[in-house]
Nanobody
Framework: QVQLVESGGGLVQPGGSLRLSCAAS????????MGWYRQAPGNQRELVAT???????NYGDYVKGRFTISRDNAKNTVYLQMNSLKPEDTAVYYC??????????????WGQGTQVTVSS
């Protein structure tokens, strides 16, 4: 089993910054991909950013140039640095670990979510 614990959410004014952290524990595999998704009320969960085990990154178009994802494999932790925050970034942010199996299957693990609110 895998456990993911997020931290770093909160209330910030437009234009401000926040840094989210997600610590993974349990039965981890070095090739696991990690990432962040978010869900606003009434909306579907959407991709924010992912980082592969080898370091390759992928971002949702709406956060490119403002958010940066990184991971520390020694600490089993993934980070999301969020700059130039906008009210539309308000959502619950979920940490994700995606385990890819040799047969092509993917199993997703999720954290409990952390609220990010951007408001003046």
């Amino acid at each position: 089993q895998v456990q993911l614990v997020e931290s770093g959410g909160g209330l910030v004014q437009p234009g401000g910054s926040l840094r989210l952290s997600c610590a993974a524990s349990g039965r981890l595999v070095s090739r696991d991909d990690m990432g962040w998704y978010r869900q606003a009320p009434g909306n579907q969960r959407e991709l924010v950013a992912t980082v592969a085990s080898g370091g390759g990154t992928n971002y949702g178009d709406y956060v490119k140039g403002r958010f940066t994802i990184s991971r520390d494999n020694a600490k089993n932790t993934v980070y999301l640095q969020m700059n130039s925050l906008k009210p539309e970034d308000t959502a619950v942010y979920y940490c994700n670990l995606a385990r890819r199996y040799l047969n092509g299957d993917i199993r997703n693990y999720w954290g409990q979510g952390t609220q990010v609110t951007v408001s003046s």
